[in-house]
T-cell receptor, first 117, second 111 residues
């Protein structure tokens, strides 16, 4: 199992450009998440998808859109990139709730380091 | 006020030391509690869940005080490999499993 994979690993954009960050998981998880991590701010939730076909806003959704393409894939799109979106982006998926110790454990991808000039 | 607050550190300790991290959360509806570990420029990984009765995993002990809305992590006999950032994490009841992260406490264990 590859777990959670993200592409690309690094990206540099100019202000106003658009791009899509890709995320896929092979653990058959229902829920998937997108976070951004900035120095001194911790991880902040951008969007999440509780199940295939549903998406909801998190704490910092402005400037982003998401697509839950199928159960495996959850993409994050920046329509018009801004310097404030320079960050490290993590995708995560959550193990099913089963009353086990792994309840609510989220598995993270390796991250995408995005710089917007 | 941030929902989850931690001392950002860094904590610089010698090998073999005992170190404690503290975390407070503001929402009394917080349901589940965790410590995640994040190595430099890597993704966060679950270290341990935190239970009301307190729990231990080898050299790591986690405590929860719901009345004071306080979580702690104690690391005994620190190893060089413990150097990382430790993230305090909570979830709220019926919120789709969303995790709320503290900003993390950086630990550096020196020889």
């Amino acid at each position: 199992n590859a777990g959670v994979t993200q592409t690309p690993k690094f990206q540099v954009l100019k202000t106003g450009q658009s791009m899509t960050l890709q995320c896929a998981q092979d653990m058959n998880h229902n829920s998937m998440y997108w976070y951004r991590q900035d120095p001194g701010m911790g991880l902040r939730l951008i969007y999440y998808s509780a199940s295939e076909g549903t998406t909801d806003k998190g704490e910092v959704p402005n400037g982003y859109n998401v697509s839950r393409l199928n159960k495996r894939e959850f993409s994050l799109r920046l329509e018009s990139a801004a310097p404030s979106q320079t960050s490290v982006y993590f995708c995560a998926s959550r193990s099913p709730t089963s009353g086990s110790i792994s309840y609510n454990e989220q598995f993270f991808g390796p991250g995408t380091r995005l710089t917007v000039l | 006020r941030k929902e989850v607050e931690q001392d950002p550190g860094p904590f610089n300790v010698p090998e073999g030391a005992t170190v404690a991290f503290n975390c407070t959360y503001s929402n009394s509806a917080s349901q589940s509690f965790f410590w995640y570990r994040q190595d430099c420029r890597k993704e966060p990984k679950l270290l341990m869940s935190v239970y009301s009765s307190g729990n231990e995993d080898g050299r790591f002990t986690a405590q929860l005080n719901r009345a004071s809305q306080y979580i702690s992590l104690l690391i005994r006999d620190s190893k060089l490999s413990d150097s990382a950032t430790y993230l305090c994490v909570v979830t709220l009841y019926n919120q789709g499993g969303k995790l709320i992260f503290g900003q993390g406490t950086e630990l550096s264990v020196k020889p």
